[in-house]
């Protein structure tokens, strides 16, 4: 099974993904999270990622189909895959089709959270993520049992050098420019659900369950 979850930065598509994998037993595959333990591991891909990145705009298309076909080979996507901030322009869904189709496989449901734009600079201002294990979290919503450490992996937990308000005025205006069409993309084959993402993380959870 591939299911999608889209939405604008900080809508909370990496915090629900995290949990449906958990239920469906699937894993989450978040091509942030690809690009980011690129950028940890200092390899030139990751490097050149960095600047893109940094700035809230899009890693080129071919640098990311890259890296999302070789995970999705991995034996762990045997069953299926949640992907997490992946496609996000209409050339990305339409190779990730191409691909999927190679392989007997589609695209089974897309959900798309929303979430208001205030909200969306509240969580992302407030977000905290681990150096080592990429888990996130939240100065308010979601803190950490011991400040300033990852609860899992005991590495230091801070903001996401992306996560300003200049990168996420610009996050958002890449979202609205080139991945918002991606939903019309999938709205018109029938395989889209929308979300409402305003409350807590358990209630859009319930939410994000029903849609599928
Ligand atoms: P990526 O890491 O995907 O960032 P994003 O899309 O901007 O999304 P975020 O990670 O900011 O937010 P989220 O929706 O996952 O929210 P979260 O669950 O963390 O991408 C980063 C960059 O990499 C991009 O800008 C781009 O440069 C590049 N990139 C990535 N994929 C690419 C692609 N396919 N093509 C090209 N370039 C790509 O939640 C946010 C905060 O809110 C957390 O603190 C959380 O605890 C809290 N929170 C979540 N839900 C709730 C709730 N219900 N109530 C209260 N707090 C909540």
């Given at each position: ?11 909370g598509?990496g ?13 989450q ?18 490097q050149?990622?960095a600047?893109?990145?940094?700035a ?8 990311v189909?890259?890296?999302i076909?070789?995970?999705l080979?991995q034996?762990d ?12 322009t ?43 294990c990429?888990?996130?979290y939240?100065r ?24 300003n308000e200049?990168a996420?005025?610009i996050?958002?205006?890449t ?23 305003s409350?807590?993380?358990?209630e859009?959870f319930?939410r ?5």
């Amino acid at each position: 099974m591939i299911l999608v979850i889209m939405g604008p930065p900080g809508a909370g598509k990496g915090t629900q993904a995290s949990r449906l994998a958990a239920e469906l037993g699937i894993p989450q595959v978040s091509t942030g999270e690809l690009l980011r333990e690129a950028r940890r591991d200092g390899s030139e891909v990751g490097q050149r990622a960095a600047i893109n990145m940094d700035a809230g705009t899009l890693v080129p298309d071919e640098v990311v189909m890259t890296l999302i076909e070789r995970r999705l080979e991995q034996q762990d996507c045997g069953s299926g895959a949640i992907l997490d901030g992946f496609p996000r322009t209409v050339a990305q869904a339409v190779q990730l089709d191409d691909m999927l189709e190679r392989s007997g496989r589609q695209v089974d449901r897309v959900v798309s959270i929303s979430v208001t734009e205030d909200e969306i600079v509240e969580r992302i201002l407030g977000r905290l993520t681990c150096g080592q294990c990429g888990a996130v979290y939240h100065r308010t919503t979601k803190p950490t049992a011991r400040e300033g450490h990852c609860d899992l992996c005991g590495g230091l937990v801070s903001s996401r050098s992306d996560d300003n308000e200049e990168a996420v005025r610009i996050r958002l205006q890449t979202y609205s420019n080139l991945t918002a069409p991606v939903l019309d993309y999938y709205g018109g084959a029938g395989r889209l659900a929308s979300v409402d993402g305003s409350g807590g993380l358990d209630e859009v959870f319930n939410r994000v369950q029903g849609a599928l």
